[in-house]
Structures are given as structure tokens and as C-alpha cells.
């Protein structure tokens, strides 16, 4: 692709639940940080393109921002399976070996019906490669993140696991021609 792309990445808003949970994509965000996402705003670009995961709080915090995005389905966070729903300390307790081997590799272990995060990098990956040139904000979720991440530093997915992503944070990263450039990770406003 000829040009340059100039990405704004945010994470979506905390999810409205319990936590600790798992959240399916039908989940909503808690938009109560009315602050940080003010803050947020005043940092986006005017007149930029719009993407986000068809998750409900990747959307709900897109229209916060006053964004209309375009939702794109490889975008969409990690598929945990049959663990979506579920407590992290409620599966540790009764998950048995699966879930504690899960989590000595968690770039390339499935959890049981899901994804491993190596399929999230690829996902993500086709659908960067559908974002054309010039400035384009993206509301999507922490892997999503990650996995851009993964690829704009062609780091091993396992690496890039360690960044941490916070709701309401910015990542930006650029695709020049020259390759990649990451210009910040996990910026918060207020």
C-alpha cells in the first residue's frame, strides 16, 4: 500500500461488570470517566477516518468520542471460548490443567472453543491491511493493541503480551513507507 497511515489506537472504556470476568462482546462500557474522555477527544484528529471492533463497548466508547466508526470484525478481541463469561479466579479454582497450561503459553494456547493470541495478530494484521492512507482512529480493545503492536515492532506475539494497555489510553503507530514507527503506548489524558 502506498502512503502513509497515521493510527490513533484507543482502548476502549472499563467494561460495566464484574471484575475479573471475561466479557463477551455484547458487554457494555462504563463512559462515567467523563474527564479522561474529554482529554481523549481534544487528542484525535479532526477529520480522520473511524474503525472499531463490533464489540458493544469498543462502539459505545467510539460515539462517546464522538466518533461513527466502521466497525471491522478483525478487530474484535480475543476469543476465549468457552471461558467467556467466566471469572479468571472462579476457572483457576475449577479449570483444572487447562486452564494453568493456558497461561504458561499464552501467545500460542487455545483456550478450550477459542483463539490463541498468534490468531489474533493474524486477524489483526488483514485488517490494518484494509486501512488506507492518512490519520484513522481505531477504539478497539487491549489485545488489538498488543497485536498492532506485535506487528509494527515485529516482535514475537509472546513479547508483545507484556504491554500493558490501559481503557481509556492512546497508542499511537505509524505505517510509512519505510516501515513502521510506534510513537507512543498506553497514554493517558487525565
Not at 81 to 92: K, P, S
Not at 101 to 109: G, T, V
Request: proline share 6%.
Amino acid at each position: 500500500m502506498e502512503g502513509e497511515t497515521f493510527l490513533w489506537l484507543i482502548r476502549h472504556a472499563p467494561v460495566e461488570g464484574v471484575t475479573g470476568t471475561i466479557h463477551a462482546s455484547d458487554a457494555p462500557a462504563d463512559l462515567g470517566d467523563r474527564a479522561q474522555l474529554g482529554a481523549l477527544r481534544q487528542r484525535l484528529p479532526r477529520d480522520a477516518a473511524s474503525y472499531a471492533s463490533p464489540s458493544r463497548r469498543t462502539v459505545e466508547t467510539a460515539r462517546a468520542l464522538g466518533l461513527e466508526p466502521e466497525l471491522v470484525s478483525e478487530f474484535r478481541e480475543q476469543d476465549f471460548g468457552n471461558w467467556t463469561g467466566h471469572r479468571h479466579d472462579e476457572l483457576a479454582a475449577s479449570g483444572g490443567e487447562t486452564y494453568a497450561q493456558f497461561w504458561n503459553d499464552p501467545a500460542r494456547a487455545r483456550p478450550p472453543g477459542g483463539e490463541n493470541f498468534e490468531d489474533q495478530v493474524a486477524r489483526v494484521r488483514q485488517g490494518l491491511s484494509r486501512i488506507g492512507t492518512g490519520p484513522a482512529t481505531l477504539v478497539v480493545h487491549s489485545g488489538t493493541i498488543r497485536a498492532a503492536l506485535c506487528i509494527a515492532l515485529d516482535l514475537a506475539p509472546q513479547a508483545a503480551l507484556r504491554f500493558v494497555i490501559d481503557p481509556l489510553s492512546l497508542t499511537r503507530i505509524d505505517r510509512l513507507a519505510a516501515g513502521w514507527r510506534v510513537v507512543s503506548v498506553n497514554q493517558r489524558s487525565a
